[in-house]
């Protein structure tokens, strides 16, 4: 459908449901995929199934809402695959109260 080849993929929460399947059609397309996520054993899951699609791809255990986590993870990415052109923030948050319960910290978390 689409030519990626030689582009490098970032997907959040890529190692399951949309985020994978979002992940692996990337792949497909021929672009280099690093999937952000904080489940090791599907972080590992998905990235074989990545490679086996003959690109380079690489999975890091994290949680985006840690901030402080995600430059030197990009940092890593760019260095392994080459510059990001493309980013699909998939990652999955919810706070987990009733409507009213929600306080100002609760939004700006979300």
């Known amino acids: ?8 993929a970032v997907v959040t929460g890529g190692n399951g449901g949309i985020g994978r399947g979002i992940a692996l059609g990337l792949a497909a397309a021929g672009a280099k995929v690093a999937i952000l996520a904080r489940n090791e054993q599907r972080n590992r899951d ?6 086996a699609l003959g690109n380079p791809a690489m999975a890091l255990k ?7 986590d995600l ?3 990009l940092g890593s990415i760019e260095r392994e695959l080459g510059p990001i052109n493309i980013l699909v923030n998939n ?20």
Do not use: C
């Open 91 to 110: 990652a999955a948050f919810a706070v987990l109260k009733s409507l009213l319960e929600h306080t100002e910290e609760d939004w700006d978390s979300v």
């Open 46 to 51: 998905t990235l074989a199934e990545l490679r």
């Open 1 to 8: 459908m689409f030519d990626l080849s030689g582009k490098v």
């Open 62 to 68: 994290l949680d985006v809402a840690r901030r402080a």
């Open 71 to 73: 430059k030197p993870a």
